[in-house]
């Protein structure tokens, strides 16, 4: 069985390139525009790892995560950070909100492929 990744950006294009990169290493992904609709489609499938942005319309990346960690499901469920922030600030803001870890956008598809397989095989 495919694990499932949830891709959420705000950026189309961004979404579909995860999309694709994840798709052609047999993963499932489910696509959300932002961190509401990503929440949402947390709620009603399973979920093995999160891949989010952090700036977003009507709720950041943080945001989600806080929002992910507060429910049972999500309570360890990997949560990476795919971003163009890449301050030590936000890092640290991401990793008191739960994220597993950290990429920066662009991002190497072979680099996203190996993050992946090494957070969730």
């Keep these: 069985m495919?694990?499932?990744?949830?891709?959420?950006?705000?950026?189309a294009s961004i979404r579909q390139m995860v999309s694709f990169t994840l798709k052609s290493?047999?993963?499932?992904?489910?696509?959300?525009?932002?961190?509401?609709?990503?929440?949402?489609?947390?709620?009603?499938?399973?979920?093995?790892?999160?891949?989010?942005?952090?700036?977003?319309?009507?709720?950041?990346?943080?945001?989600?995560?806080k929002s992910l960690r507060g429910l049972p499901l999500y309570a360890s469920t990997p949560i990476l950070m795919l971003t163009t922030e890449s301050s030590d600030t936000m890092k640290a803001q991401?990793?008191?909100?739960?994220?597993?870890?950290?990429?920066v956008k662009p991002f190497d598809p072979q680099k996203l492929i190996e993050v992946v397989r090494k957070v969730i095989g």
Excluded: C, F
Excluded at 48 to 65: C, E
Excluded at 94 to 103: D, E, I, N, P, S
């Design 94 to 103: 991401g990793r008191a909100a739960g994220a597993t870890g950290w990429l």
């Design 2 to 11: 495919a694990k499932t990744v949830l891709a959420v950006d705000d950026s």
């Design 25 to 65: 290493a047999g993963y499932e992904v489910v696509e959300a525009v932002d961190g509401v609709d990503g929440l949402e489609k947390a709620k009603t499938q399973a979920i093995n790892l999160v891949l989010t942005d952090q700036n977003m319309p009507r709720m950041d990346g943080l945001t989600l995560i």
